[in-house]
């Protein structure tokens, strides 16, 4: 029997509006995933039944499959240092659940534009454990350590044994970047850089280093204060900024996917 392969997202109530652009600029770029083959599993925050039904009713031609996260799981981890907006971030760990037979699963923040085809994602050789470098705007460089932002997992990565060391080592840690540090250093020497043009943060609009990636870019991530967000900083990105408003005025003004 061919093992399927699933898109997986964590999705919240205050993210609907970024999950909403993402999901349409993913399906407009990326028609295959109508296929009986692939899965949009959606962690689910806190949910209401209307939103569940709002989802599956906009992408029909998908096969969306909602899961609860584990919270239980959570209680006991170490979240003192957290800024509120980012304790959330440790439900994306459940990720690695076993959920079902996935020979594949792409996990996608809800806050990123997808602006070309990833279906490499699906098929470029991993071992584990794949991710992006993150991006550092104070150098203009890229760092040994990955974006959790987007990731891909191979089915040796997925079980309740990796689940369970993951959430011990959110237990005892003491971090401001909860899901990330978690699985940089869980992962340590299985971890597979991707391409750049996978995951380029919205802080990149000003590089000189990596112009190349900037131009052939095929997932933008809009790390930090969101574009739906009134804050300052999204000034300083005007056209990254505007790349994602052009998403989100071709997503309202498509009859066929709203409410």
């Not at 594949?104 to 085809?117: A, E, K, Q, S, Y």
């Amino acid at each position: 029997m061919k093992e399927r392969k699933a898109i997986a997202l964590l999705l919240s109530r205050n993210m609907l509006t970024g999950f909403n652009v993402l999901m349409y600029s993913l399906l407009l770029h990326n028609k295959w995933l109508c296929n009986k083959d692939y899965d949009i599993v959606i962690f689910d925050d806190d949910l209401r039944l209307s939103d569940r039904i709002a989802i599956v009713t906009k992408f029909v031609e998908c096969n969306i499959v909602f899961i609860n996260v584990e919270k239980n799981n959570y209680n006991n981890v170490a979240m003192q240092k957290v800024k509120d907006r980012l304790k959330k971030t440790y439900y994306k760990l459940d990720m690695f659940r076993k959920i079902g037979e996935y020979e594949r699963i792409v996990f996608l923040d809800v806050d990123i534009v997808v602006t070309g085809d990833i279906s490499e994602l699906f098929t470029i050789p991993i071992d584990n454990i794949a991710g992006v470098q993150a991006y550092r705007p104070k150098s203009d460089l890229l760092q040994n350590y990955i974006n959790s932002g987007v990731l891909v997992i191979s089915k040796n990565c997925i079980g309740e044994n990796i689940y369970k060391d993951l959430i011990e080592m959110a237990c005892d840690n003491e971090t401001n970047l909860p899901d990330q540090d978690i699985i940089n250093k869980y992962f340590n020497g299985r971890l597979q850089y991707l391409p750049k043009i996978y995951n380029v943060e919205k802080r990149m609009e000003h590089t000189k280093n990596y112009k190349n990636v900037l131009q052939n870019k095929k997932i933008v991530h809009y790390v930090n204060y969101k574009p739906w967000e009134d804050n300052v900083e999204n000034d300083k990105y005007p056209e990254m900024i505007a790349l994602w408003l052009d998403y989100y005025r071709m997503y309202i003004n498509d009859k066929g996917f709203q409410i």
